[in-house]
């Protein structure tokens, strides 16, 4: 007959004995012999999680836990300024937030050399939503993330459209194509242009250009009327001007495809034409038009130009019969002829079949961002003209929302934290 019995004993005094509780198992057997089983201990209290890691460390990694101030007083400031400078740009507006000397660095003339000395990374995209004309957002495609500043200075009761941009800063029209404003969507410096001398009510392209390597040395904006009428703001001078008119070789009315953004080249602005099919350019420093006869790609509807590395691009939408893709092509400059280098993925193209889709480019400098829709979709995506990569872009959603927004038209930007209007 076996005998089961279970005890257990507390030592809360004795200190050689560990606090706990121990089980003894008796079990009767013919030898009188008893076993004793593994004493079953409480769990021990749990410890911080900062003085468990201090434990780990080595003695003397306490005293290096936290960096002594001596070596940021000896750090040499225009080290300091180059590296900040080379952090991603929503890493610099979290960092205003250490210390005023850090808030205060983006106003310095020192930071400001040194981001400029920075190479560009992929742009940003600005974009103006259909469900609320007075509310911009910001697509930052490095994070995938969309941001959702406030433009106070821009007029609340007028739309206002970004149709340019160059060194950071984004030039915006009204609707009504009167009034002209400059803006750094991240930091806010804003400026209102002053009046033109030429009233235009009809519609008009937009093309902007920097003066020099840097917004430092100025920028310069041209507006265009399909009728020929055309400005130039500078804005050392804040004022228009005109350098001469468009030459008789150039063909009136221009027939402008307002649904292409211009595109700038250095010195030069392309916009693009409808009859005769081709290119239009003019040189902000001398002044000079020139036309370019180039026939479009068969079967092309929706279309833009954009940039790489000086490179003109094209963007379309190809539709044959109830196939839809999205072609990009190069302007070979010895032929002027569109030679065909990417197409959208084919899987992507099959969610187009059998609807109308329409397409807006939403930035084209090297980063090509577009957006198609249709009755039953609305689609995000972007494209990188030197990788040749194609990614999908979140929808975007406004804060304390729920709806994804369909994006009505933006405009591609380098954000800098130091430009100003």
């Not at 030429?198 to 840097?214: D, F, H, I, P």
């Not at 187009?352 to 329409?358: A, E, I, L, Q, T």
Request: net charge positive; hydrophobic share 35%; proline share 6%.
């Amino acid at each position: 007959m076996n005998l089961e019995l279970s005890w257990c004993s507390l030592y809360p005094d004795h200190s050689s004995l560990d606090d706990g509780c121990y089980s003894l198992i008796l079990k009767g057997r013919k030898g009188g012999s008893f076993k004793m089983v593994e004493p079953c201990k409480t769990q021990p209290c749990k410890k911080p999680r900062k003085e468990r890691n201090r434990e780990k460390l080595p003695s003397n990694a306490e005293s290096a836990e936290t960096m002594q101030e001596q070596i940021w007083k000896e750090f040499p400031e225009d080290l300091f300024e180059a590296v900040i400078a080379r952090l991603p740009v929503a890493t610099v507006f979290r960092f205003r937030s250490v210390c005023r000397k850090w808030n205060s660095l983006l106003a310095a003339d020192s930071f400001s050399q040194h981001y400029a000395d920075v190479p560009q990374g992929h742009p940003w995209f600005y974009t103006i939503a259909h469900e609320n004309f007075n509310s911009g957002a910001m697509y930052d495609p490095s994070l995938k993330k969309w941001h959702h500043p406030t433009m106070p200075s821009l007029p609340s009761k007028v739309i206002v459209l970004p149709v340019a941009s160059a060194g950071g800063l984004v030039c915006f029209l009204d609707i009504g194509h009167k009034n002209f404003y400059v803006c750094n969507p991240l930091t806010q410096s804003f400026k209102e242009l002053p009046a033109r001398s030429v009233r235009v009510w009809s519609r008009v392209a937009v093309g902007m250009t920097l003066n020099g390597n840097s917004s430092s040395d100025g920028y310069k904006i041209l507006w265009l009327g399909c009728d020929g009428e055309h400005e130039v703001y500078d804005s050392m001078k804040d004022n228009w001007f005109r350098l001469g008119s468009i030459p008789s070789s150039v063909k009136l009315p221009l027939s402008l495809n307002f649904r292409s953004q211009s595109v700038s080249i250095k010195n030069t602005l392309y916009f693009m034409r409808l009859d005769p099919e081709g290119v239009v350019s003019y040189d902000m420093k001398s002044g000079v038009w020139k036309q370019f006869a180039i026939p479009a790609p068969p079967y092309l509807t929706d279309h833009s130009l954009a940039e790489c590395g000086g490179r003109v691009i094209l963007v379309g939408l190809l539709t044959k019969n109830a196939a839809t893709c999205v072609c990009v092509w190069e302007l070979q400059r010895m032929t002027l002829l569109w030679k065909e280098v990417d197409r959208m993925p084919n899987i992507w193209c099959l969610e187009f079949y059998g609807k109308h889709v329409r397409m807006t480019c939403l930035g084209n400098k090297g980063l090509i961002m577009l957006s198609l829709r249709s009755k039953q979709m609305n689609r995000l995506v972007t494209y990188d003209v030197l990788s040749k990569e194609w990614k999908k872009v979140p929808g975007c959603v406004r804060p304390n929302g729920k709806r994804k927004q369909w994006i009505a038209c933006g405009t591609a930007f380098h954000p800098s934290p130091t430009v100003l209007a």
